[in-house]
């Protein structure tokens, strides 16, 4: 089992930034993506970036762009999400995530999550 755990999250002023961390348990495949998703209350989950380890592709979707950068570390176990000039709009719960998708931004397609990580934006 791959067991994800995600941590760095708080609360924020608007335009500042923080940075997120998921850590596995072991190394993951290295066809896998992985990367985060988050979900405001009374909202549908959102893909918010990825990192395929194939090729170290990245995609971010549009709300994002510009604003967020996906990594990873050597060992491909650890990804991070460094997110600058925050916007309340990115008030969520922002969960790591690895699997296989299809669609990068296609939820069904990870198959490991964390429990997530609370991230407030004022």
């Known amino acids: 089992h791959v067991q994800l755990v995600e941590s760095g999250g708080g609360s924020v002023e608007a335009g500042g930034s923080l940075k997120l961390s998921c850590a596995a348990s072991r190394v993951t495949d290295a066809r896998f993506c992985m990367g985060w998703f988050r979900q405001a209350p009374g909202k549908e989950r959102q893909a918010v970036a990825t990192?395929?380890?194939?090729?170290?592709?990245?995609y971010y979707d549009d709300s994002v762009k510009g604003r967020f950068t996906i990594s990873q570390d050597r060992a491909g176990n650890t990804i991070y999400l460094q997110m600058n000039d925050l916007k309340p709009d990115d008030t969520a719960m922002y969960f790591c995530?690895?699997?296989?998708?299809?669609?990068?931004?296609?939820?069904?397609?990870?198959?490991?999550w964390g429990q997530g990580t609370q991230v407030t934006v004022s």
């Open positions: 995530a690895a699997g296989r998708p299809r669609d990068w931004a296609d939820e069904r397609g990870y198959k490991f």
């Open positions: 990192l395929y380890n194939g090729d170290h592709s990245t």
